[in-house]
């Protein structure tokens, strides 16, 4: 039979009642590590789960109830860790005014292609429905990663850039000290070279008559006629 406590409540029917809200706590942990890794990660909204255009305010409450959530310290789940980043990197993006506002515009942008495309005005009825949510969502994506790709790309062209205005100043950096070793080694047979020009010039000059040396026959002139 099941003892009873003060407050007249079975402990055994106690107990399962906690088992069950564990379990289901543990639930709700499980599909929001879920929801967040399989949110659109270049869209922070998404992994925060919120609408664009939010206040500052629940940004800040939406991370901070979710972050107690997930915490991989407060899960056994062992995607948590991955989830707590991916949602703390959505945070840091939307606390940060020019990313935000760089992601606004794209979604903005993509919202704008869907009414094109559609031939729908921004008083269309259609605006309304779970069909536009989703064509907005599916365009958001197709910004976001365009964006992404362009962004990488001139990542690509500047690190090139910057890597031959490095090597051009590499060789730069090599053609002076070349030219210093040149010159240092230039200086450093200067007395050598000084000697080797007074032993030619002594030697050019020490076959004259006035040195005692021999002399040279002179060319017998041939006479004219």
Request: charged fraction near 45%; aromatic fraction near 6%.
């Amino acid at each position: 039979m099941a003892t009873t406590d003060a407050k007249d409540e079975p402990v055994d029917t106690r107990d399962a009642l906690e088992v069950l809200e564990a379990e289901a706590k543990e639930f709700e942990k499980d599909a929001e590590i879920d929801r967040i890794l399989k949110a659109f990660r270049l869209d922070a909204y998404a992994v925060l789960g919120l609408k664009p255009g939010v206040p500052e305010s629940d940004i800040k409450m939406a991370y901070r109830k979710k972050s107690l959530l997930i915490h991989p310290d407060k899960t056994k789940n062992p995607l948590a860790p991955e989830a707590f980043d991916r949602l703390k990197k959505a945070q840091t993006e939307l606390m940060d005014e020019k990313h935000r506002t760089t992601l606004d515009e794209a979604i903005a942008d993509a919202r704008m292609l869907v009414l094109r495309e559609k031939k729908w005005t921004v008083d269309s009825p259609e605006l309304k429905t779970p069909e536009f949510e989703r064509l907005w969502a599916d365009k958001t994506k197709f910004v976001l990663i365009e964006n992404e790709q362009r962004r990488r790309r001139q990542m690509r062209a500047q690190m090139q850039e910057e890597g031959r205005e490095q090597r051009r100043q590499e060789e730069e950096a090599e053609a002076r000290r070349r030219k210093r070793q040149h010159e240092e080694e230039w200086e450093a047979t200067r007395d050598q070279r000084i000697n080797s020009w007074r032993q030619f010039q002594k030697s050019k000059t020490g076959g004259s008559s006035g040195d005692g040396g021999p002399s040279k026959k002179k060319k017998k002139l041939k006479p004219i006629g």
